[in-house]
């Protein structure tokens, strides 16, 4: 049992150029989610999926895109990076048991844009 | 979605008991109160979560009055590997019908000292 994994785990990328950071849980859960953390800073919810094939913005979605094809995959996409964009980027999934509601993290992608 | 408000930074030393206090003013009948912690280049975990009253784990105890308003985490002999930021979450349950969208916040830094 991985729980949330994601990669790369470290991108450099000139600006302009665009790439795809890819989040996969094994926890069958239904809700996924992608935020950003500048240095300093707390998490921002970019996009958050509640299930399979429906995705929401979050509070700084501009500049992105995400796809929920699978239930166990979330996708986030950067079309054209700039260097607003550097910063670690996380990935959670949401399940719930008998007594709590949690959310899951990945390790997180540190994105460098030049 | 109820904001939370919290401090930004505090100071303990080791052995000491913390208690991080959290305001959410309008948090809505469905609300759960839930704690995260988050060390350096990680993604946040879990603490605790509640909500009414007291709540208890091997971890933390959360605190929460009558009225919901706010919520105090408190940890208990806090070691230097308690030194972290932690983030106060307001937001429904999964699975409820209502909002999946979770927002942090700031979080609060605590410093643990010899």
């Known amino acids: 049992n991985a729980g949330v994994t994601q990669t790369p785990k470290f991108q450099v990328l000139k600006t302009g150029q665009s790439m795809t950071l890819q989040c996969a849980q094994d926890m069958n859960h239904n809700s996924m989610y992608w935020y950003r953390q500048d240095p300093g800073m707390g998490l921002r919810l970019i996009y958050y999926?509640?299930?399979?094939?429906?995705?929401d913005k979050g509070e700084v979605p501009d500049g992105y895109n995400v796809s929920r094809l699978k239930k166990q995959n979330f996708l986030l996409g950067l079309e054209s990076a700039a260097p607003s964009q550097t910063s670690v980027y996380f990935c959670?999934?949401?399940?719930?048991?008998?007594?709590?509601?949690?959310?899951?993290f990945g390790p997180g992608t540190r994105l460098t844009v030049l | 979605l109820a904001k939370t408000t919290q401090p930004i930074s505090m100071d303990s030393y080791e052995g000491q008991e913390v208690n991080i206090t959290c305001s959410h003013n309008?948090?809505?009948?469905?609300?759960?109160i839930t704690w995260y912690q988050q060390f350096p280049s990680q993604g946040p975990r879990f603490i605790i979560q509640g909500y009414k009253t007291k709540v208890t784990n091997e971890v933390a105890s959360l605190f929460i009055p009558a009225d919901r308003k706010s919520s105090t985490l408190s940890l208990p002999r806090v070691s230097l590997s308690d030194t972290a930021v932690y983030y106060c979450?307001?937001?429904?349950?999964?699975?409820?019908?209502?909002?999946?969208?979770?927002?942090f916040g700031a979080g609060t830094r605590l410093a643990v000292h010899p």
């Open positions: 999926s509640a299930s399979e094939g429906t995705t």
């Open positions: 979450l307001v937001g429904e349950r999964s699975g409820s019908g209502g909002y999946n969208k979770l927002i």
């Open positions: 309008n948090i809505a009948t469905n609300d759960y």
């Open positions: 959670a999934s949401r399940g719930t048991s008998l007594s709590t509601d949690t959310q899951y």
